[in-house]
């Protein structure tokens, strides 16, 4: 029995070895390698001794945690929403259906919306405002990337309200509790394994954000991932980008230690073992 156990568990330890574990390796190994080739530790010495690639990284995670928080507020109202509306599967479908369409597409399709001779500045001219530069701004990099981010923060969030036990809400409520103390006492609390759920979904990938930096934000807003593509594919300097990535990697392991339940876990069993 353990040896058929074993053949079952096999496909996904292979693809984590070669699609997870092992491209991770590589990048840890290739930080380590100048861009001619000599094994140094001058890349991670430039990394933290260099003021840009440090203001690099303050812009990467400022930009993150707008995107996260802006998603958050968005999300949460609308999951509640759709957690007490009647068709809430036909709402969340269209919710989730934007996520099928290619990143690219959806990138071009704002590029249309927001351009000198776009939708937004049509509809301005009827109000007799002339033509205003929205794309390649900061306002149109943020929007973009709260548009494509937002299911992801819906979804975890949904589910947490709709695994909460409405018994717990009745009760606050018979005991003389406000809407607003219900929310913050009861529901809040309740669903914070999603909302935790969904700023990893959101906050993690915002770090490495590359492709709507150039498309939307016309290369004025600068992250650590516009970094890892110019030195992968422009200087050529594979040692550099690896070294970055490898920063990401454990902000991102940072990142799900803070946002984690461990600490959750281990007071639930520690008190039953009481």
């Not at 934000?217 to 422009?234: D, K, P, S």
């Not at 990697?249 to 008190?271: D, Y």
Request: proline share 4%; glycine share 6%; aromatic share 14%.
């Amino acid at each position: 029995m353990r040896k058929k156990q074993w053949l079952y568990y096999l496909p996904y330890a292979l693809w984590l070895i070669l699609f997870v574990l092992a491209p991770v390796a590589l990048i840890v190994y290739q930080s380590f390698f100048d861009i001619n080739g000599h094994a140094t530790l001058v890349n991670y010495t430039t990394y933290f001794q260099s003021g840009t690639y440090l203001k690099m990284t303050l812009n990467s995670i400022w930009y993150a945690f707008l995107i996260t928080l802006i998603t958050l507020l968005i999300s949460y109202p609308t999951a509640y929403w759709l957690h007490q509306t009647k068709h809430k599967q036909l709402w969340l479908l269209l919710i989730i259906l934007p996520t099928w369409i290619n990143l690219l597409l959806k990138a071009y399709a704002f590029i249309g919306i927001f351009s000198q001779d776009g939708a937004i500045n049509h509809f301005l001219g009827w109000f007799g405002i002339g033509p205003q530069q929205i794309l390649f701004t900061n306002f149109s990099f943020l929007v973009v990337a709260t548009y494509i981010e937002i299911p992801f923060m819906i979804l975890p969030i949904f589910n947490s309200l709709e695994e909460l036990n409405p018994s717990l809400v009745n009760a606050s409520r018979d005991l003389g509790a406000s809407s607003w103390q219900t929310f913050t006492k009861v529901i809040l609390p309740l669903t914070m394994a999603g909302v935790k759920a969904g700023i990893q979904a959101i906050f993690i990938p915002s770090l490495s954000l590359f492709m709507l930096t150039r498309l939307i934000g016309g290369n004025r807003v600068i992250t650590l991932g516009t970094a890892i593509e110019e030195h992968f594919l422009t200087t050529m300097n594979w040692g550099m980008g690896s070294t970055i990535g490898v920063v990401l990697i454990v902000a991102m392991g940072l990142i799900m230690l803070v946002t984690g339940e461990q600490k959750a876990k281990k007071k639930v069993t520690n008190k039953w073992k009481k």
